[in-house]
């Protein structure tokens, strides 16, 4: 089995199962109970909060957990919206391509009376640090804009926009779900005041996440309840995930410059030979993109049909994100960096992790010429293209 689908989750390392399950049969007591077990519990806790600060230049306190990638976006972007409401600013810049974390948060703030930008993310899939400058006004009190992108694997130059927010006095929010433990991050260095992360997309566990604050940073609760996370995120802690989570994290952390080189090597090899197919374009910039990504729309065809055959082969991709997978709107990030709506349901993304050897690089090669060469035998639409009764747009 191949697995090209690293984007929509990655295998539980080794490491940090063992931690799992040393922790789920040794630390099974409450953190928040006062004897021993208990407080093995909450040291537990602790380490890890330290551990995960370390790796993106935070201090432990500005850590919390949460369930994942999704209530951390919720949590930081509430919390903004909120601060921002009290002070009588209500307008929150973001991009057209986000996770429907953020998108789907935005669009109830919308209708809770919030003013939402939503910026163009061009052909090319990034924003330039000058529209975010010139987008923010008085009333401006969150910019949300993702590390790098879920689908098409594109890098923000985040670094810059945070400069600008930090200039102009706006919070910065970036979802750096796909980027933490792939990219070097660094929240002093990057600007960013608020940092969402998920443990399941570097080979840690599903169900848990953090969200950075910068100190001095009021988050609002989305849980009522206990005092857990200093009052933050009420629930008894998810010990033996948190603490699976940190373990993933110095892994991928320490691993990052080499896993890097080497998927950026495959990644490379894999668009060259995806561009020989006719009719074919990558989507996102070709360089500044995850090292792992790669997204191609093929003209002519259905994406569906070409992750069935590809499955057959023993290939797992996606197209589209998964999360939108089963209804047939082609997928907002690629309508949002101008493809069209016949164009985008021919996409397929490849997610690659470090288990895969040039050699699988090749077969998939193959294997997606061979299957977009056999749908398009039977497409009417590559007929009409090919009669000259539609004009080709790749
Ligand atoms: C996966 C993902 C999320 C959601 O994270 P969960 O832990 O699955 O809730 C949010 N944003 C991006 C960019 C993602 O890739």
Redesign the pocket.
């Known amino acids: 089995m191949i697995y090209a689908d690293n984007?929509a989750t990655t295998k539980l390392s080794e490491a940090a199962l063992c931690t799992m399950t040393d922790l789920l049969r040794e630390v099974w007591g409450n953190p928040s109970s006062l004897y021993t077990h208990g407080q093995e519990a909450k040291e537990v806790l602790e380490k890890a909060r330290e551990e995960i600060a370390a790796v993106i230049g935070a201090s432990p306190r500005e850590i919390t957990f949460t369930s994942?990638?999704?209530?951390a976006?919720n949590q930081a972007i509430r919390s903004a919206a909120e601060r921002g409401r009290i002070k009588g600013k209500k307008h929150i810049i973001s991009t057209a391509f986000e996770?429907h974390?953020v998108l789907h948060t935005l669009e109830k703030l919308r209708k809770e009376g919030y003013e939402i930008t939503l910026l163009d993310v061009h052909e090319n899939g990034l924003v330039t640090p000058e529209e975010v400058g010139a987008a923010i006004r008085e009333d401006t009190c969150l910019v949300t804009i993702?590390t790098a992108n879920?689908e098409i694997g594109t890098i923000q130059p985040i670094r810059e926009i945070g400069a600008v927010c930090r200039a102009r006095g706006v919070l910065f929010h970036t979802?750096a779900?796909?980027a933490v433990g792939h990219i070097p991050l660094n929240v002093a260095d990057d600007n960013i005041d608020l940092l969402s992360a998920?443990a399941?997309?570097f080979h840690g566990p599903k169900g848990v996440?953090f969200l950075y604050a910068r100190k001095g940073i009021l988050l609002s609760n989305l849980i009522e309840g206990g005092a857990q996370e200093r009052g933050k995120r009420a629930g008894t802690e998810n010990v033996p995930g948190i603490g699976a989570m940190a373990t993933a994290l110095k892994e991928a952390n320490a691993n990052m410059a080499q896993n890097a080189a080497y998927l950026t090597k495959l990644r490379d090899r894999l668009i060259a030979g995806l561009k020989e197919i006719p009719h074919s374009a990558l989507n996102g910039d070709e360089k500044r993109r995850l090292p792992g990504n790669v997204n191609f729309c093929f003209e002519g065809i259905e994406g569906e049909s070409l992750l069935l055959l590809l499955d057959d082969k023993g290939i797992q991709a996606s197209s589209g994100s998964a999360c939108t997978s089963g209804s047939l709107d082609p997928s907002h990030v690629l309508l949002a960096i101008g493809r069209v709506h016949d164009v985008a349901h021919g996409s397929l993304r490849l997610s690659l992790g470090e288990d895969l050897s040039e050699e699988d690089i090749d077969y998939i090669i193959r294997s997606v010429k061979e299957v977009v060469t056999y749908l398009r035998g039977f497409s009417p639409i590559w007929r009409d293209l090919m009669s000259g009764k539609k004009e080709f747009i790749l």
């Open positions: 984007a994942g990638g999704s209530e976006d996770h974390a993702m879920n979802d779900v796909q998920s399941h997309k996440g």
